[in-house]
């Protein structure tokens, strides 16, 4: 499922924004940021503009100054969707599919346990969302974010086998509301695996990585997102360190 709101305000791409740098990783260039000595990753996988987009890159270097070491691979070897003069949607997902992401992604995976990494979190957006449910369900991951998913199934959600947070918007044609109750009404059907739903209300598809930076209230909800995502892997992280993640018990010796 693709449409408009995939598109909607698309981002400027700066290939030098951000704190981080660009380095070959599992075969991908990837931006990277965060102390290399820290033992928990971080995956962020994108929506169609990619690993150039400032919002997305500033919330790398945000997870990344909560102690994670954080990876942006590019999956669209350097060719994003273009909104004004670049091929139609359909036709550009035709040569970025969301299979193909997630075959590219077990390297990079591989790549980041080759640095000493011991657990990794994994938040997909939009298109992104995809590629993070299918390593779920196969635990290359130790924990997930999904936010306002494109392409997720009901399906998809009952063979996810780590925690899992999904955060939807509450105007969103591509998952809305009540297909968000349908996935958290999936998971708590599931035993073992702990989860979190929110749907934020008055934003769109899209809204925590393509808001407008002058927009006070958008800035409001984008960064409420990026606090719940954050809390998410810190919880899962710490889980993990006491060597409880994917069991029920773990989350009462998770941060609160």
Sequence with gaps: MSGPQC?????TLNPNSGAGHVEKLGGLNAYVTG????KLAVLLISDVYGYEAPNLRKLADKVAAAGFYVAVPDFFHGDPYVADGGKPLQEWIKDHGVDKGFEEAKP???ALKSKGITAIGAAGFCWGAKVVVQLAKREFIQAAVLLHPSFVTVDDIKGVEVPLSILGAEIDRLSPPALVKEF????NAKSGVDSFVKIFPKVAHGWTVRYNVEDETAVKAAEEAHHNLLEWFAKCGQAFAEGCLLHSSYAAA???
């Design 254 to 256: 998770a941060v609160s």
């Design 35 to 38: 102390s290399p000595d820290s």
């Design 108 to 110: 990079v995976i591989q």
């Design 184 to 187: 958290e009404e999936a998971l």
């Design 7 to 11: 598109c909607a305000n698309p981002p």
